[in-house]
Protein backbone atom coordinates (compact mmCIF):
# COMPACT_ATOMS: atom_id res chain seq x y z
CA UNK A 1 0.00 0.00 0.00
CA UNK A 2 1.37 3.64 -0.97
CA UNK A 3 1.16 5.81 1.84
CA UNK A 4 1.98 9.93 1.54
CA UNK A 5 4.87 11.41 3.39
CA UNK A 6 2.55 14.79 4.59
CA UNK A 7 5.68 16.92 5.50
CA UNK A 8 6.69 17.17 1.96
CA UNK A 9 3.21 17.92 0.43
CA UNK A 10 2.35 20.85 -0.69
CA UNK A 11 -1.15 20.90 0.37
CA UNK A 12 -0.28 20.24 4.18
CA UNK A 13 2.09 22.81 3.76
CA UNK A 14 -0.03 25.46 3.22
CA UNK A 15 -3.15 24.07 5.39
CA UNK A 16 -0.10 24.67 8.21
CA UNK A 17 0.38 27.89 6.75
CA UNK A 18 -2.83 28.72 7.03
CA UNK A 19 -3.72 27.75 10.47
CA UNK A 20 -0.37 29.92 11.64
CA UNK A 21 -1.90 32.58 10.05
CA UNK A 22 -5.45 32.32 11.96
CA UNK A 23 -3.54 31.75 15.04
CA UNK A 24 -1.72 34.85 14.96
CA UNK A 25 -5.36 36.43 13.79
CA UNK A 26 -7.14 35.28 16.87
CA UNK A 27 -4.95 37.52 19.22
CA UNK A 28 -6.76 40.51 18.46
CA UNK A 29 -9.93 38.65 18.69
CA UNK A 30 -12.38 40.15 21.77
CA UNK A 31 -11.82 37.79 25.15
CA UNK A 32 -15.78 37.00 24.93
CA UNK A 33 -15.11 35.12 21.43
CA UNK A 34 -12.28 32.85 23.37
CA UNK A 35 -14.52 30.27 23.34
CA UNK A 36 -17.22 30.54 20.69
CA UNK A 37 -16.26 32.19 17.40
CA UNK A 38 -12.32 32.08 17.82
CA UNK A 39 -12.58 28.38 19.38
CA UNK A 40 -14.45 27.42 16.01
CA UNK A 41 -12.23 29.51 13.69
CA UNK A 42 -9.30 27.61 15.36
CA UNK A 43 -10.31 24.06 15.06
CA UNK A 44 -11.25 24.50 11.84
CA UNK A 45 -7.81 25.83 10.70
CA UNK A 46 -6.05 23.26 12.58
CA UNK A 47 -8.27 20.67 10.91
CA UNK A 48 -7.48 21.00 7.60
CA UNK A 49 -3.47 20.54 7.35
CA UNK A 50 -4.05 17.28 10.56
CA UNK A 51 -6.67 15.61 8.53
CA UNK A 52 -4.28 15.85 5.37
CA UNK A 53 -1.85 14.47 8.17
CA UNK A 54 -3.99 11.76 9.26
CA UNK A 55 -5.12 10.62 6.04
CA UNK A 56 -2.06 9.93 4.80
CA UNK A 57 -1.22 6.85 6.34
CA UNK A 58 -4.08 5.00 4.80
CA UNK A 59 -5.46 3.90 1.78
CA UNK A 60 -6.22 6.00 -0.87
CA UNK A 61 -9.79 5.69 -0.65
CA UNK A 62 -9.88 6.38 2.73
CA UNK A 63 -7.25 9.37 2.25
CA UNK A 64 -10.31 10.68 -0.02
CA UNK A 65 -12.79 10.92 3.01
CA UNK A 66 -9.80 12.73 5.12
CA UNK A 67 -9.63 15.01 2.43
CA UNK A 68 -13.42 15.93 2.08
CA UNK A 69 -13.61 16.61 5.99
CA UNK A 70 -10.19 18.89 5.36
CA UNK A 71 -12.11 20.38 2.80
CA UNK A 72 -15.27 20.69 4.54
CA UNK A 73 -13.24 22.81 7.19
CA UNK A 74 -12.01 25.06 5.18
CA UNK A 75 -14.95 26.03 3.55
CA UNK A 76 -16.37 26.19 7.25
CA UNK A 77 -13.59 28.65 7.66
CA UNK A 78 -14.09 30.65 4.97
CA UNK A 79 -17.58 31.40 6.43
CA UNK A 80 -16.59 32.07 10.20
CA UNK A 81 -13.93 34.96 8.62
CA UNK A 82 -17.07 36.30 6.92
CA UNK A 83 -18.94 36.64 10.17
CA UNK A 84 -15.71 37.79 12.30
CA UNK A 85 -15.33 40.56 9.34
CA UNK A 86 -18.85 41.40 9.73
CA UNK A 87 -18.26 41.58 13.65
CA UNK A 88 -15.35 44.03 12.93
CA UNK A 89 -12.62 41.55 13.90
CA UNK A 90 -10.73 41.43 10.76
CA UNK A 91 -9.89 44.24 8.63
CA UNK A 92 -10.68 43.20 4.32
CA UNK A 93 -7.33 43.37 3.63
CA UNK A 94 -6.53 40.54 5.94
CA UNK A 95 -9.73 38.51 5.01
CA UNK A 96 -8.97 38.79 1.44
CA UNK A 97 -5.40 37.73 2.13
CA UNK A 98 -6.81 34.95 4.21
CA UNK A 99 -9.59 33.82 1.30
CA UNK A 100 -7.09 33.95 -1.26
CA UNK A 101 -4.87 31.58 0.55
CA UNK A 102 -7.61 29.34 1.48
CA UNK A 103 -8.98 29.46 -2.13
CA UNK A 104 -5.50 28.37 -3.48
CA UNK A 105 -5.36 25.49 -0.59
CA UNK A 106 -8.92 23.91 -2.01
CA UNK A 107 -7.99 24.26 -5.21
CA UNK A 108 -5.06 22.37 -5.11
CA UNK A 109 -6.28 19.56 -2.47
CA UNK A 110 -9.12 19.11 -4.70
CA UNK A 111 -6.67 18.55 -7.72
CA UNK A 112 -4.82 16.16 -5.24
CA UNK A 113 -7.55 14.27 -4.55
CA UNK A 114 -8.90 13.77 -8.04
CA UNK A 115 -5.39 12.38 -8.62
CA UNK A 116 -5.96 9.53 -6.36
CA UNK A 117 -6.48 6.05 -7.15
Known amino acids: MKR ?4 KMKIWLLGLEIAHDI ?4 INFPNHER ?3 SSQISRCSVSMPSNIAEGSSRTDK ?3 HFID ?3 GSSFE ?3 QLLIAKHR ?3 DPENLNTLEDKIK ?3 KMTMGFQNGLE
Open 4 to 7: HNYK
Open 23 to 26: SDLL
Open 35 to 37: YDL
Open 62 to 64: SFK
Open 69 to 71: VAL
Open 77 to 79: LGT
Open 88 to 90: NYI
Open 104 to 106: EWQ
